[in-house]
């Protein structure tokens, strides 16, 4: 078996030959390895995917995001792991180890890991090179009932009945409107605050985010958030392609965007900044800065603009948003407790946790 390292100048070359793309399974995407060619925290010389080959087959992989964490008034170069997949006919002669333990070589022993499956968590406490972060701990707004899709997701057998789960939906959806209506109504959100839509971090943004993230364990500005919002790794498409066939990981989704929202007062002051990422029928809150004070304020912004997108699912992570959605009132079916783990090689072991905040998009989750 053969472990072979792609620096992001390798990447570049790959882009251009037909080769690369030609196995049978991919080890990235096109979409995916452009974005790692325009990561504002990467070098040339960054390793970013390592590949096991065997007999010229990919038989696993691993990506790795170049990224900084600040703490102790410093800067400090680590990767996030991502994209780490192994041949499932060959999953027992530790290919998925020797990826870990080159990857820690080639960043010297400088790894993050966000989330992961079970079987990667196994590997990492089996290693006993990691230590685990408290995890953030989210909600799960859940504002459609969506019974066709839950129902049969758990019933396979209860298609038969999917015209009048279909039914249910549209009677479901009607109170849900009625209640958005009269919540919104009750908030006078549209009187209170007014919002400006910005598809890339401006100038006035990027001072306004600087302000605040002196606490963010990886301080994303304007240089980065621009990054994540113009070169996904996720294409809205209707349906799969031929290459998100051939590799292990998400790559279409049927709908899938950012949006920067800019949150002012009455005042015309700004008050906060949002990025959202919509997938699917579920929006998410990948990066929120503002000041406590303004929690609630903002939190009524999240989830005024989950109601006017018509989405299915509002997630947060911030604790100061999840706090303050208690007190909103909004019109949901379930609320859901959830957690997000994140994991530092041991070089890290003595960094300050304490004031140091992560988001919800830190890590690779800002692309899913």
């Given amino acids: 078996m053969e472990i072979k390292t792609f620096t992001v100048a390798d990447l570049q070359l790959a882009l251009l030959s037909e080769d690369f793309w030609l196995t049978k399974t991919l080890p990235i995407t096109k979409q995916r390895a452009l974005s790692f060619c325009q990561n504002p925290r990467a070098e040339k010389n960054d390793p970013v995917l390592l590949v096991a080959y065997q007999d010229a087959r990919v038989v696993g992989y691993l990506g790795i995001l170049p990224d900084k964490i600040f703490f102790n008034n410093a800067d400090h170069k680590l990767g996030w792991l991502t994209g780490w997949w192994v041949d499932p006919s060959i999953a027992t002669n530790g290919t998925g180890v020797i990826l870990l333990y080159k990857a820690l070589n080639t960043y010297r022993e400088r790894i993050g890991v966000s989330g992961g499956s079970r079987e990667a968590r196994k590997v990492l406490d089996a290693s006993q090179k990691f230590i685990a972060l408290n995890p953030l701990k989210g909600i799960d707004i859940r504002f459609r009932f969506n019974a066709t899709k839950t129902m049969l997701r758990k019933f396979s057998w209860m298609k038969i009945f999917r015209v009048g789960f279909k039914v249910a939906d549209v009677l479901l959806d009607e109170i849900v409107n009625l209640r ?25 943004t990027g001072r306004f985010i600087e302000q605040h993230y002196h606490h963010d364990l990886t301080r994303k500005g304007k240089a980065d958030l621009n990054w994540i919002m113009t070169c996904p790794w996720i294409v809205s498409a209707p349906q799969k392609d031929a290459a998100s066939k051939r590799y292990y990981f998400s790559s279409v989704s049927a709908r899938y965007y950012y949006l920067g929202v800019k949150v002012y007062a ?11 990422t919509v997938r699917d029928d579920r929006m998410s809150v990948a990066y929120a800065h503002f000041e406590g004070r303004h929690a609630p304020t903002i939190a009524a912004a999240a989830v005024y603009h989950a109601l006017a997108m018509d989405v299915s699912t509002l997630v947060l992570y911030d604790e100061r948003l999840v706090k303050s959605v208690a007190g909103l009132h909004c019109p949901c079916w379930s609320t859901q407790s959830i957690s997000r783990g994140f994991f530092l090689s041991r070089a890290f072991a003595d960094i300050p946790m304490a004031d140091c905040r992560l988001h919800g998009g830190d890590g690779d989750f800002a692309f899913y």
């Fill in 180 to 204: 958005s209506f009269s919540w919104e109504r009750r908030n006078s959100i549209s009187q209170r605050l007014t919002f400006e839509y910005v598809s890339t971090v401006d100038e006035e």
């Fill in 266 to 276: 009455q005042n015309n002051e700004m008050v906060g900044f949002l990025l959202l």
